[in-house]
């Protein structure tokens, strides 16, 4: 199976823990395709979505339409997650290149490798 990037598709995530999200829900392929296509490598990464409003760099919006979701959705960069391939049920869409970059934002921001969140440094003094 060769998803790209920005892919939206719909995944079983159970079973979970705690916090997770759970259930059969959409999520954003966020894997290099050239890694997803290998066959030795089953597994890819993904960015749940939301219909709930976040705020900040850690839950871009996401528009309805060529992606495939129904309302205003919110992509939950602090839920990253691998998946084995076999867990996608179907592929709806794909966001759009601007919705890629904002989420590639977030996780940058969510695992250090980025700037940090806005007033984060005001909090510690």
Known sequence: ????RGVVVVVQLDPTFGHEQR?????IVVSDP??????????ICVVPITGTPGEGLLYPPLAPGSSGLAK?????TDH???????RVRRVYGEVSAE?????????????GLGNRLPN???SES
């Not at 050239?34 to 597994?43: A, N, V």
């Open 1 to 4: 199976m060769t998803l790209g």
């Open 23 to 27: 259930g059969i829900r959409p999520c």
């Open 34 to 43: 050239d890694i997803t296509s290998d066959q030795r490598f089953p597994l």
């Open 72 to 76: 205003k959705s919110f992509a939950l």
């Open 80 to 86: 990253l997650r691998s998946i084995d391939k076999r």
């Open 99 to 111: 919705e890629i970059t904002a989420i590639d934002e977030g996780i940058m921001v969510f695992l």
């Open 120 to 122: 984060a440094d005001e």
